[in-house]
């Protein structure tokens, strides 16, 4: 099992464009997660999904939208990026909640600069 | 107040000490709690979970306390590759999509 899996893992953007980032699963896990960690700042929940069809905002889901047509696939979208979001993008899945079967695995991150 | 309060550190040990980290969260009603341990530039990882009557692996213990909204994790015999920083995380609720609150960490750097 790859676990996680995201793409890219940097990308520098200029003010104004727009980007996907790719996170993938083969853990066959309902549950995907999308969150932004600023340096020194807590992991911040973007979006998060509980299936495939279905998404719900999280804390800090300005600027970005997402999808999640498939079980393994949960791509995030910057539209008109922003130096605020200049950060590290984590995905991250897991199954519902429940006793030690709800551990959320991270993918390795994709480092975001926005000039 | 923040939801997951935590020393941010740097503590800085020898290797072979014993070293504690504290953490205290806000909403009383949360649910579950976990130590996360993450590697410079790396994504987190999940160390372990937290327990009411507390648990321990290795040499790795960790303890809650639900009066004093409060968690903790011990580390013994600390080790080079215990260099790291250590996130506490708060489920606040069942449901809800398994959301769960991040602490901004508490560094570690374990010297020779």
């Known amino acids: 099992n790859a676990g996680v899996t995201q793409t890219p893992k940097f990308r520098i953007l200029k003010i104004g464009q727009s980007m996907t980032l790719q996170c993938t699963q083969d853990m066959n896990h309902n549950y995907m997660y999308w969150y932004r960690q600023d340096p020194g700042m807590g992991l911040k929940l973007i979006y998060y999904s509980v299936g495939a069809g279905i998404t719900d905002k999280g804390e800090v889901p300005n600027g970005y939208n997402v999808s999640r047509s498939t079980t393994e696939d949960f791509p995030l979208r910057l539209e008109l990026a922003a130096p605020s979001q200049t950060s590290v993008y984590f995905c991250a899945s897991s199954r519902p909640p429940g006793q030690d079967t709800d551990t959320q695995y991270f993918g390795p991150g994709t480092r975001l600069t926005v000039l | 107040r923040k939801e997951v309060e935590q020393d941010p550190g740097p503590f800085n040990v020898p290797e072979g000490a014993t070293v504690a980290f504290n953490c205290t969260y806000s909403?009383?009603?949360?649910?579950?709690f976990f130590w996360y341990r993450q590697d410079c530039r790396k994504e987190p990882k999940l160390l372990m979970s937290v327990y009411s009557s507390g648990n321990e692996d290795g040499r790795f213990t960790a303890q809650l306390n639900r009066a004093s909204q409060y968690i903790s994790l011990l580390i013994r015999d600390s080790k080079l590759s215990d260099s790291a920083t250590y996130l506490c995380v708060v489920r606040p609720f069942t449901g809800g999509g398994n959301k769960l609150t991040f602490g901004t960490g508490t560094q570690l750097k374990v010297e020779l």
């Open positions: 909403n009383s009603a949360s649910q579950s």
